[in-house]
């Protein structure tokens, strides 16, 4: 069992439509990411959470709205979406900010398709 | 952020041991190499993380010269299943914003 779970693993939305994505990771680490990974390119940090609190919001349209109420879960709420941003989208967390690049550890990601 | 550059892809068979360099000319005296590998639809899983000369775990190992300037990921008696995409990434241990870049694409063949 993978210590970070994103649910769906699969979601197909129409343009109108408002969905969100789940993370968990039953780890025990105070921080929390979500990336975005398109086709054939590399991936894009979204957003950073510590200690439930926002640090980073790398540029994303007001579309997408993250959620951390507690360290262990993270959503992504997802409202009036374009096609383009149809992706594979990942949750991580790592044990703080201070170990970031030591290990994060991804979840199997939720696969988006925005028709 | 110290910029990295490693090889679009590399083909390998069965056994071999395969050996991904990458580039990191502009490393900063507090940044760490990390290396990632990537299955189709998955995400990302760390494999080793190094400062300086070398370091072994179970699945590889990670040599590193001592200006710092490069490094590389050896991958002992590649099997199929290691097919995959692996990323070089150079940064602080807080450094939260580290890219992943586009990675080497390594496809092992029977």
């Known amino acids: 069992e993978t210590g970070v779970t994103q649910t769906p693993r699969h979601l197909v939305m129409g343009m109108t439509n408002k969905k969100s994505l789940k993370c968990e990771q039953h780890l025990g680490h105070n921080a929390m990411y979500w990336y975005k990974q398109s086709a054939k390119k590399p991936l894009e940090l979204m957003f950073v959470y510590s200690l439930e609190e926002r640090v980073e919001n790398n540029s994303v349209p007001s579309r997408f709205s993250p959620e951390c109420p507690n360290s262990s879960h993270l959503f992504l709420h997802l409202h009036t979406l374009q096609p383009e941003d149809s992706a594979l989208y990942l949750c991580a967390s790592s044990q703080d900010l201070n170990r970031a690049s030591g290990e994060l550890f991804f979840g199997e990601g939720s696969r988006l398709t925005v028709l | 952020l110290a910029k990295t550059t490693q090889p679009i892809s590399m083909d390998s068979y069965e056994g071999q041991e395969v050996n991904i360099t990458c580039s990191h000319n502009?490393?900063?005296?507090?940044?760490?190499i990390t290396w990632y590998q990537q299955f189709p639809s998955q995400g990302p899983r760390f494999i080793i993380q190094g400062y300086k000369t070398k370091v072994t775990n179970e699945v590889a190992s990670l040599f590193i010269p001592a200006d710092r300037k490069s490094s590389t990921l050896s991958l002992p008696r590649v099997s199929l299943s290691d097919t995959a995409v692996y990323y070089c990434l150079v940064g602080a241990t807080n450094d939260y914003k580290l890219s992943f870049g586009a990675g080497t694409t390594v496809t092992v063949r029977a």
């Open positions: 502009n490393i900063a005296t507090n940044d760490y």
